[in-house]
């Protein structure tokens, strides 16, 4: 039988998901719930962004009701927004909250009435007490072709500059070093009320807090010079940045509805280089998008060899129900996609060797996780390079000058 006042939050996909599952885990602690492995109730902070997120939700799903069938599951999250009337008739789901009104969960597990949704709430999670993700934009007014996370999680919104200060003091009290600015579109912060992510990586910028900050993905023709330059001169915005390319063939960019060309990518990480040659540039890219003849593909892949990047996150095309990519005639076969990605995974471990090699010997400023395994502990530099030592508990949520050799850089 459950145990009273217990619950577990299980979550799949994104940073995202991971703040907000931690924010509502604080919320339902705060009113004096417990996690528990016999839960009354569990939570299940959904994924939709491929076909395969889809089917762990229900698997995840089935496995818990079947683990504790007294058990009264809650779906969140961007599955739950996509299909909620599907998800209803699953065994053992007693609600659903999509990603507008999901933190009504709290509410709801504490049997309170449930309000309007806010449009939009903040939320941030803590990775092994050293490094925080601060939710500062959710939704988002693009639509790519090939994407429903736009229909999953609604409209763009965001925080506002003084609150994302508030909750960096909050962040800081708690003890993080490091803080990753998150959201679906961050560029995209601010424009409905009369500001801008310049202006919050400004403000941040002048507050000369005592943390280090990344900014996680931002898209390419939201990516100001501003901010870039903000960037170069910082002492707290660390040299590391992620944009997703997703095909370096304009034919393709054009029919995934992305809104900018192969040049403007090209031209922002050559900026990024120019001012900080150090700066870890990581970019995403999807393989076999409909319509990705050979050549196109090869097209893509020179264009990010010659690209001084550092990594990439490759992604294989899956149809998603209801885009207008899921429509397009010339689908690419299976084993090409497949043959597709491999080559790029080959690619971004290359320019990883590359981007490695070139800072052998340098000593740059790392910090150390609390994570041991075989005797050993890791931590990244300012430019994300993974690195590990002897494992020492003193050295736990520090930041310290470190030296990188051959012997202690980790390519995963
Ligand atoms: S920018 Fe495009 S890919 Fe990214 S969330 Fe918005 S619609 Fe999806």
Redesign the pocket.
């Known amino acids: 039988m459950p145990i009273k006042n217990t619950f577990s939050i299980h979550t799949l996909g994104c940073k995202l998901n991971f703040s907000e599952s931690s924010d509502i885990a604080r919320q339902l602690t705060a009113s004096g719930f417990t996690q528990n492995d016999s839960p009354a109730y569990i939570i299940i902070n959904s994924c939709a962004v491929t076909a395969t997120a889809e089917k762990k939700g229900r698997n995840l799903c089935a496995k818990l009701h079947r683990e504790h069938p007294d058990a009264q599951i809650i779906i969140i999250g961007c599955y739950a927004a996509l299909r909620a009337n599907d998800i209803a008739q699953w065994p053992g789901v007693v609600a659903t909250f999509g990603n507008e009104d999901k933190m009504n969960v709290v509410r709801f597990i504490r049997g309170e009435e449930l309000p309007d949704a806010p449009t939009f709430f903040s939320s941030h999670s803590t990775h092994d007490r050293t490094r925080s993700f601060l939710k500062i934009q959710d939704g988002?007014d693009?639509?790519?072709s090939y994407?429903t996370?736009?229909k999953a999680r609604g409209v763009s919104r965001s925080d506002s500059i003084a609150h994302v200060l508030d909750e960096i003091h909050e962040i800081m009290d708690e003890g993080a070093k490091e803080i990753n600015i998150t959201g679906?579109?961050i560029g995209d912060f601010g424009r409905k009320n009369g500001s801008s992510f310049t202006e919050l990586v400004n403000a941040i910028e002048h507050e000369n807090f005592p943390v280090r900050f990344r900014i996680s993905s931002i898209?390419p023709n939201l990516l100001t010079d501003e901010i870039i330059q903000i960037v170069a001169d910082s002492s707290c915005f660390m040299p590391h940045f992620h944009i997703?390319l997703q095909s370096g063939c304009n034919k393709i960019l054009e029919k995934m509805l992305r809104r900018y060309r192969r040049e403007l990518f090209a031209e922002k990480v050559r900026k990024i280089k120019e001012k900080i040659p150090e700066a870890c540039i990581a970019l995403d890219v999807i393989a076999g998008f409909p319509g990705e003849t050979g050549e196109d593909f090869n097209d893509t892949y020179q264009f990010i060899n010659s690209l001084p990047i550092s990594y990439l996150h490759v992604f294989t095309y899956s149809k998603r129900p209801g885009t207008p990519a899921a429509e397009m005639k010339e689908q690419v076969s299976p084993p090409e996609k497949k043959r597709r990605t491999l080559a790029l995974i080959d690619l971004s471990q290359k320019k990883k060797q590359a981007f490695y090699q070139q800072h052998l010997g340098e000593t740059r400023p790392t910090l150390w996780e609390a994570e041991s395994k075989e005797g050993l502990m890791f931590g990244f530099t300012d430019n994300y390079l993974k690195v590990k030592r002897l494992y020492d508990p003193s050295l736990v949520n520090t930041i310290t000058p470190f030296t990188i050799t051959d012997e202690n850089i980790v390519i995963d």
Do not use: L
Request: proline share 9%; aromatic share 18%; charged share 10%.
């Open positions: 988002c693009y639509h790519c994407c996370v736009w679906v579109n898209e997703p």
